[in-house]
């Protein structure tokens, strides 16, 4: 079957042990005032603009063939400063597996593995399962929200070798307020993840006045106790690419007093 | 390392001690009718006599440049004559050698001077005058210290490490005193560690101590580096060759290697330019070490490999335990020290215009893909007879004190005498052969006169053909054999078309994979290219992929940059790797870049280059440069402080593709 990913990154090395590949998934249940990567929420492909090179020559808004082009009105081919892209793009599991096993050959014993991330990877698992199954014998990793189903969440991470997920906030109705959902599902999962046996770490974005609070840390040290936890320093660059995508940074909002 | 003297060095304070000379030296020694050789002498003695002994508070490693300037030793009627006669390199004065130090180090200038000629004679005199001046200096100060070492060297051999590192300065000073320039380190962890181990042995030294002294001995390379000449402040020479196998086959890396790795990663300076020779059995350890130095955003170390090195080099002739000792020239090119005399940067064949030419001559007439790259590998032929036939008779001014390092009259040549070529802009044409075999002979979606008109006009007509050119056709750098293998042919042909030539020294040409300054005047030979690229747009820097081709990431990049036979165009010139600096953000991403260096070399690359970058950072400083003095990035075999360079080569370096994490 086809998933839809919106990017693969060579020579990733925060995604999990070794220099990994890492497939970001296009999709995601929550929506956090923070996300970095705005282009991962939604599953449907995004037309990508950067505003900073266009001269306003209008060529892209001459009509074109293109029926990839047809759902946005504008012509992604014909930019002289690639100012337009569509982010997204659907793909078999064997496809992908195709494209993305080279990197794994090229670099030999100095391969760590595949790491799914996303947007959020368990939002496909249909495909997540089948692109795992073309992927047997490498070493593989998530990179997850945790919010999914618990059959779905315990079926995938059998077959992984390395799980990381998010806990961000500890408080359930801070949790619905920042991310768009509750954590029950979340910290339900988490239980599992902690009796699968399998290695995992928890992380948690450092979130100025929201998730660094002494209290939500505390709060976090207190469910994942002596688990593996890693966390992430505030990403300065967060906001960039939300204009890309007409959007609103919604973290700016949300500092506004 | 003492603070208080880097920061008097790093703040130029000590250039409150320079004068210059306005002595008319070509005029005079015309009138006279000096020889050259009888000139250089004279100017070497007058600059020695003319040099005073400064010593600041602290300093460990002494010898500064007083007199800021060095009046040439002939008229400008005279150089018009010499070159209407011979072919000059550059200059015409000697560069780009690696002179033997080491063993006089070992021996003393004394001991060189019993086989020396009159004028190297009359050279080691007057540097041996000079270093006295330095030694009633000491003494005036009551530095007992360097009265010790000064009394000792460069008289006689150095018996321990400060010694050793004070010889190396005063010879290094008297080769750009004597004005040769470009000059080389060579391989200095090797031949100097015999002394950090005997005094190690005897606990001179703590490794920290140790440290300290190198420190203030790298140091001294910053000292007088901005009166050195070069294309840009920064390009310099002063390249120094760590590790490598030694003619036993072990594989050096010793204490020293490591303080070398750790001083430059502490000085935070240009110079000197650290290379390290690495090959397949290297242990991760050492790449892990070497990464915390290109954390360090100098663009140092520059790494090349042994096991395809130093076969290559045998292959082209040189005896394997010369072979064994190759170190670089100023930035890259592969030469041998004390014995080499190669000119590794000569000239420079541009793939791209070779292109170019058969572009505008035959693509109207060439049937097929094959015809058309046979007759750019011709022109390739044909650009190459035209460099190598333009070097006859070429001609150097001799130096009397450089002879006394390399054991020969060397202007005239040694037992190497071999010229190198660069080849500029590789992936430029690989990006167009690709797109031209693609779109007009292949698929046949673009026709040829309207590529033609295309690049005629800058793509002012046509330009519904530029994005697809530029952002959508394959490019070199993506794991592609479609453009890789066009690359790999490109730089067999160039090979091909050196091979079995020789030069008018008797030796002969070597291809290379660098660029120099070329990838900015290459570049503004021909207009714009098939590849998408627009008139005056620059090509990447030496062994590179193009600036504006959009690649999967550094494991594509190095997959299809190790797939060319190396073995036959081994001049030199790197692949260059852009890293941001979050990538070094911790223990494990340093590790794995080092692992990823390590791979590259398994792959059979034969030279690789990172840096650090950051590029907003880059940005702010074109903005205010006040804030960003000490910022230092790469420019083709050579850092330099960004704020000093112009604002071409600033745009160059911030056009480049940094991989984040």
Same mark, same amino acid.
């Given at each position: 079957?086809n ?15 070794g ?53 946005f ?5 014909i ?45 496909q ?11 047997k ?36 109705g ?39 609070? %002494? ?6 040290? %207190?469910?994942i ?33 | ?32 009718g ?18 005073k ?7 460990q ?41 080491? $063993? ?19 050279s ?12 009633? @200096? ?31 300065? /005063? ?9 040769n320039?470009h000059?080389?380190?060579?391989r ?6 015999p ?36 294309? #840009? ?11 490598g ?24 300076? /240009? ?53 064994v ?52 590998? #011709? ?5 190459? $007879?035209?460099?190598? $036939?333009? /070097? ?16 020969c ?8 005498n ?7 802009? /590789? ?28 690049i ?5 007509k ?9 952002f ?24 091909q ?11 002969i040409f ?34 590179s ?84 003095? #000490? ?12 704020v @000093?360079? $112009?604002?071409?080569? #600033? ?11």
């Open positions: 079957m998933g839809t990913i919106f990017d693969i990154k060579e020579m990733a090395v925060h995604d999990g042990p220099i990994r590949t890492t497939v970001f998934f296009k999709g995601c249940p929550l929506g956090c005032v923070w996300c970095h990567n705005p282009e991962g929420l939604s599953i449907k492909p995004q037309l990508m603009y950067k505003s900073k090179n266009c001269t306003n020559c209008g060529k892209c808004r001459i009509k074109c063939e293109h029926p990839e082009c047809e759902p009105g504008r012509c992604i081919h930019c002289p400063e690639n100012c337009l892209s569509i982010s997204g793009r659907e793909i078999s599991a064997k496809g992908l597996a195709k494209e993305i096993i080279p990197t794994a050959q090229i670099l030999g014993d100095g391969f760590g593995g595949f790491t799914f991330s996303g947007g959020e990877p368990l939002m698992s249909d495909f997540l399962l089948e692109l795992i199954n073309e992927l014998n490498y070493h593989l990793c998530i990179e997850t929200c945790g919010f999914c189903d618990s059959n779905t969440f315990k079926k995938v991470i059998e077959k992984l070798d390395f799980i990381i997920m998010d806990i961000k906030l500890a408080d359930n801070l949790h619905q307020k920042y991310t768009g959902v509750g954590n029950g599902q979340i910290l339900e999962n988490y239980e599992i993840l902690r009796a699968s046996g399998k290695p995992y770490i928890i992380r948690t974005p450092l979130i100025s006045g929201i998730t660094d609070t %002494k209290e939500n840390l505390d709060a976090i040290q %207190k469910i106790d002596d688990s593996k936890w890693e966390k992430l320093p505030e990403n300065t660059m967060a906001g960039a690419k939300y204009n890309m995508l007409g959007l609103e940074f919604p973290l700016k909002k949300t500092k506004q007093p | 390392m003492h603070t208080d003297l880097y920061n008097f060095i790093i703040n130029k304070q000590h250039h409150a001690y320079r004068h210059t000379v306005d002595w008319n030296l070509g005029e005079e020694y015309s009138q006279k000096l020889s050259p050789i009888e000139r250089m002498a004279d100017r070497f003695e007058r600059m020695t006599n003319e040099e002994a400064v010593i600041f508070p602290n300093e490693i002494v010898f500064l440049r007083t007199v800021a300037n060095l009046p040439d030793c002939f008229t400008e009627k005279e150089w018009e004559e010499i070159k209407s006669k011979y072919y000059i390199h550059e200059l015409g004065y000697l560069s780009n050698l690696s002179p033997n130090y080491y $063993d006089t180090i070992a021996s003393g200038l004394l001991k060189m001077r019993e086989d020396a000629d009159e004028y190297s004679k009359r080691i005199d007057n540097i041996i005058k000079l270093s006295d001046k330095y030694l009633e @200096e000491a003494k005036a100060q009551g530095r007992e210290d360097l009265v010790e070492v000064l009394t000792q060297v460069p008289r006689y051999g150095a018996r321990n490490f400060r010694e050793a590192l004070q010889f190396f300065r /005063i010879l290094h000073y008297a080769l750009w005193l004597e004005g320039y000059n080389t380190v060579g200095f962890d090797k031949s100097i560690y002394y950090l181990k005997a005094d190690m042995d005897k606990g001179v030294y703590t490794r920290e101590s140790a440290l300290a002294l190198l420190e203030d001995f790298f140091l001294s390379f910053n000292k007088d580096s901005d009166i050195y000449v070069g294309v #840009q402040q920064g390009d310099n020479g002063q390249s120094m060759m760590l590790g196998l030694d003619e036993n086959g072990e594989y050096v890396f010793n204490l020293l290697t490591e303080l070398c790795l750790e001083a430059s990663c502490n000085n935070k300076l /240009i110079d000197p330019k650290i290379n390290l020779r690495v090959n397949k059995n290297t242990p991760k350890e050492i790449f892990t070490k070497a990464t915390h130095l290109t954390k360090a955003g100098l663009g140092f170390p520059q790494y090349s490999n042994d096991d395809i090195v130093i076969p290559a080099l045998e292959k082209l002739g040189y005896e394997h335990n010369d072979a000792n190759y170190a670089v020239a100023a930035c890259w090119e592969f030469i041998i020290p004390s014995v080499g005399a190669d000119v590794a940067n000569i000239g420079a064949m541009s793939y791209s215009k070779a292109v170019d030419t058969v572009l505008h001559s035959s693509l109207l007439e060439c049937e097929t893909y094959d015809e058309f790259f046979a007759k750019v590998k #011709q022109e390739i032929g044909n650009e190459c $007879d035209r460099i190598c $036939d333009g /070097i006859k008779n070429l001609w150097f001014v001799p130096s009397p004190f450089m002879n006394v390092l390399m054991g009259n060397v202007a005239e040549g040694s037992k190497y071999n010229f190198g070529i660069h080849g500029t802009g /590789i992936a430029t044409a690989a990006d167009s052969l690709a797109a031209i075999k693609k779109y007009v002979f292949e698929e046949k979606t673009i026709d040829k006169a309207t590529l033609l008109e295309a005629d006009s800058n793509y002012e046509h330009s519904e053909i530029l994005p697809i050119l530029r959508e056709a394959p490019k070199l750098g993506n794991n592609d054999d479609f453009v890789d293998s066009i690359a790999t042919e490109l730089l067999d042909s160039f090979s078309a050196l091979q079995g030539r020789t030069n008018c020294r008797g030796g070597r291809a290379g994979t660098g660029s120099a300054m070329f990838y900015l005047w290459h570049a503004n030979e021909i207009g714009a290219s098939a590849d998408g690229r627009r008139a005056k747009e620059p090509f990447g820097t030496n062994y992929v193009s600036l504006f081709a959009k690649v999967k990431g550094p494991v594509s990049v190095i997959s299809s940059m190790t797939k060319q036979h190396f073995e036959n165009a081994i001049n030199g010139g790197p692949l260059t790797l852009e890293f941001h600096q979050s990538v070094f953000a911790d223990e494990d991403g340093i590790e794995k870049v080092g692992s990823l260096v390590k791979r590259y070399i398994e792959l059979g690359g034969h030279q690789l280059q990172l840096n650090t970058v950051n590029t907003e950072q880059l940005l702010d400083a074109q903005q205010h440069p006040e804030n960003y003095k #000490q910022l230092v990035v790469r420019i083709w075999g050579w850092s330099a402080y960004f @000093e360079l $112009d604002k071409e080569y #600033q745009d160059h370096v911030i056009a480049r593709q940094a991989y984040t994490v």
